[in-house]
């Protein structure tokens, strides 16, 4: 298909791009890897693209003084994938199945956060990682917790004329184990389950912290509150960890489409949790 006539302005600075988002009828396009492919089918038809692909400003992995990483929103996939973010272990389970090389060369995170995919599986990283997303609008600066900015299919918390400049993630630690395991689509890579694990003993034996993020299973990724709760206090055996990880779609309408009935991704939604929260226990050593 062909998409309807539209304007094309690139933007030559941050400043620029932002004084013309959120102006109707006008979208951002970073890799195009999910615009395009709407417009073409007519599903979006913006009067005008402003194409923020080349301000280099939004680009790269960069270390705070904190220890935290902030991942420029028009960093590629391929680009994450060979940076400081690698050692982070669910992400670096997550990106080689992400899409095929074409999109992980294009799509940014950026892009994939704010169109927020229902089996997107960036946003159930960031979930588990409580991670924070930070905005930009001619009004300023704004940081999102990514718990509570996927707010449904397709939606989030940013404004219209908003754009993601960064995303920010806690820096690594040595009492954290984490993974991320997927029953991913054949011809896509698209999940349809995915799930982010990161569990934490602090001292002791018992777990005292965990992230648990699933996508693909509801409306939009979610943090699986009623299985980290289960986890926590407990040490983790293949028995604990079994009766947490029933818990995973609690409160949540389960998806049914061609992929997959509402009762297959309820069942792999528990299968996947167990298996992805083993594997991060498996990496506390
Ligand atoms: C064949 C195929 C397979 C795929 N497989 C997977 C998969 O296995 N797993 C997975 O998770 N994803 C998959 N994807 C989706 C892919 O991850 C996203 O398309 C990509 O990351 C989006 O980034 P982009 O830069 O291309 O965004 P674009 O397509 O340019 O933009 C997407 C949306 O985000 C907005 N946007 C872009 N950047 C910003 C910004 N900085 N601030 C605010 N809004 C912004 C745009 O206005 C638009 O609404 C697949 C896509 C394709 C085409």
């Known amino acids: 298909m062909i998409p ?81 973010a690698r050692h982070y272990g669910l992400l670096g389970d997550a990106l080689p199945d992400i899409g095929d090389v074409q999109v992980r060369n294009r799509g940014t995170v950026g892009g994939a956060v704010a169109h927020c995919d229902p089996a997107s599986d960036l946003p159930a990283v960031l979930l588990a990682l409580d991670a924070e997303i930070v905005a930009r609008s001619k009004r300023g600066e704004n940081v999102y917790a990514a718990d509570g900015f996927f707010t449904g299919a397709f939606s989030t918390a940013l404004a219209e004329d908003e754009l993601i400049t960064e995303i920010r993630l806690p820096g690594p630690r040595d009492d954290a184990g984490s993974a991320y395991a997927s029953l991913a689509q054949r ?11 990161i569990v934490i003993k602090e001292g002791g034996s018992a777990i005292t912290k965990a992230g648990i993020a699933l996508t693909g299973v509801g409306d939009a990724p ?64």
Do not use: C, W
């Open 222 to 285: 979610y943090r699986a509150k009623a299985v980290e709760a289960a986890l926590i206090g407990n040490e983790g055996t293949p028995e604990s960890i079994a009766e947490a990880a029933t818990h995973a779609s609690d409160g949540v309408t389960v998806n049914g489409d061609i992929h997959a009935d509402s009762e297959y991704r309820t069942a792999m939604a528990v299968a996947y949790t167990r298996r992805a929260i083993a594997a991060a226990l498996g990496r506390l050593g």
């Open 4 to 84: 309807n006539l539209f304007d094309y302005q690139r933007a030559a600075s941050l400043d620029e791009a932002l004084a013309l988002v959120g102006s109707p009828g006008t979208k951002v396009i970073a890799g195009g890897m999910s615009l395009l492919p709407l417009m073409k089918l007519r599903l979006a038809n913006p009067e005008r693209l402003v194409d923020i692909g080349r301000l280099a400003e939004l680009k790269g992995v960069r270390e705070l003084p904190d220890g935290r990483l902030a991942i420029g929103a028009l960093t590629t996939y391929s680009e994450l994938a060979v940076s400081p």
């Open 187 to 197: 011809a896509s890579g698209y999940s349809i389950v995915g799930v982010a694990a």
